[in-house]
């Protein structure tokens, strides 16, 4: 049987960042209602709704009924942390692709910020410290700061990556950030900016972590022949993959070294038809510099153990550099939606609706979703018609 050919026709987004006075859900309500506007549809249009929130775990089933959504064919909520939007737009593909339903609004959102309270505390009383957790705690391994500090120093030992190569990576997002107006933070950085900022977690400066903010971003899931007779660029979705590898907590030879993209980015590029080498743009899960080093490297941008050098090297990364990256800022300096992020500037850059940070060519790009520690890993491969 031939695979129905799907695409991501709508995008939309709530505010994002420190905004405050709205529920998760009611974030959600709103991206939903965006994204239906941006793809010219009506919400009674939509057959098919996917959600998931992140640390306030604030949405659920009752969505629908918020929308005032009736007789939906698809309704489910999904968890695979900050691989989750990768595979919502998998498994909404799936679904057209086997008749279940036509259209789908696929969704997540978060409020971990409080106006007395700042990101870090939100997810520091999200980690919690009983039982076993309370044992880790107890040696120094209390978030996902400590946790992929670990593993970041693992990769630093191993291949010799050091903090310029690190800082390398963050100055060049606030870079594109600066053309972002959705973006948080702007203000140009430099390398001394980055070794200046406090410690978080050895090897982690301030600016090697994402930011924490509030908001909820959807897309619009439909047929690619439907897509073509609507309000926006079709972004057609071509391939897709993902990887757990299961071994949560465990020591294991590999822990930082190698990430679920040495396995879900080649499934991706095969089911897409296409290599690495003709990808366009690249939208990574950056939660942290590390992350998105090691992330490139996996997907073979660089050479195992040889990204921190070949990405720190001038021309590289940033605004005209020769690898396009985190085009909108990512989640270090542009906002923090969990695979949201990457994903949403994905559908930006390949619609062609980037304004000054547009990159020429789009006709390809890659999108990744990591979540937990490196346990769980989502490739998309998108283009254009």
Same mark, same amino acid.
């Given at each position: ?9 709508? !995008? ?31 919400? =009674? ?8 929130? +992140?640390?306030?775990?604030n949405v659920g089933l009752d969505l629908q009924g918020l929308l005032g959504l009736t007789d939906l064919r698809v309704l489910t909520y999904m968890q695979g942390y900050g691989s989750t939007a990768a595979q919502m737009v998998q498994y909404a593909a799936m679904a057209i692709d086997a008749g279940m339903a036509e259209t789908i609004a696929v969704v997540w959102a978060d409020d ?55 800082? &390398? ?8 950030? &600066?053309?972002?107006? !959705?973006? %948080? ?30 908001? =909820?971003? &959807? ?22 993959? %993902? ?49 998105? !080093? ?23 990364? +940033?605004?005209? =550099? ?7 800022? +990512? ?17 930006? %850059?390949?619609?062609?609706?980037? =304004?000054?940070? %547009? ?12 979540? +937990? ?8 491969? !998108?283009?254009?018609?």
């Amino acid at each position: 049987m031939t695979r129905t050919r799907t695409a991501i026709a709508g !995008l939309g987004m709530s505010e994002l960042g420190k905004v405050y006075g709205y529920t998760a859900n009611e974030f959600a309500s709103i991206a939903v209602r965006n994204a239906v506007t941006d793809a010219g549809l009506q919400l =009674g249009d939509l057959d098919g709704l996917i959600m998931s929130s +992140g640390i306030s775990n604030n949405v659920g089933l009752d969505l629908q009924g918020l929308l005032g959504l009736t007789d939906l064919r698809v309704l489910t909520y999904m968890q695979g942390y900050g691989s989750t939007a990768a595979q919502m737009v998998q498994y909404a593909a799936m679904a057209i692709d086997a008749g279940m339903a036509e259209t789908i609004a696929v969704v997540w959102a978060d409020d971990p910020l409080q106006p007395d309270r700042g990101g870090g505390a939100a997810y520091a009383s999200a980690a919690g410290a009983s039982g076993w957790r309370g044992m880790m705690a107890a040696g120094g391994l209390y978030s996902a700061n400590t946790y992929y500090a670990l593993a970041a120093r693992r990769h630093m030992a191993r291949y010799g990556t050091t903090h310029d190569e690190l800082g &390398a990576i963050a100055v060049a997002q606030r870079a594109w950030a &600066a053309m972002n107006p !959705l973006a %948080q933070m702007k203000t140009p950085m430099t390398l001394e900016d980055y070794h200046a900022s406090r410690w978080i977690s050895e090897p982690f400066h301030l600016l090697d972590c994402c930011l924490v903010s509030n908001g =909820g971003i &959807a897309l619009i899931i439909t047929s690619l022949d439907r897509a073509r007779d609507l309000a926006q660029p079709p972004v057609e979705i071509l391939g897709w993959a %993902q990887t757990h590898p299961g071994r949560v907590g465990e020591r294991n030879d590999d822990f930082g070294l190698v990430t679920g993209a040495a396995r879900s980015g080649p499934a991706a590029l095969a089911m897409a038809g296409t290599s690495i080498d003709e990808i366009d743009v690249v939208e990574v899960y950056d939660c942290y510099t590390y992350t998105a !080093l090691v992330t490139l490297e996996d997907y073979g941008f660089a050479p195992k153990g040889e990204g921190g050098a070949f990405l720190a090297q001038p021309g590289t990364l +940033g605004p005209g =550099g020769s690898l396009a990256v985190n085009t909108g800022g +990512g989640e270090l300096s542009s906002y923090y939606m969990w695979g949201m992020t990457p994903l949403s500037e994905a559908v930006i %850059q390949t619609r062609g609706q980037a =304004g000054e940070r %547009q990159v020429e060519r789009h006709d390809r790009v890659l999108v990744s979703g990591n979540g +937990g520690t490196l346990d769980h890993h989502a490739t998309l491969v !998108l283009g254009t018609i």
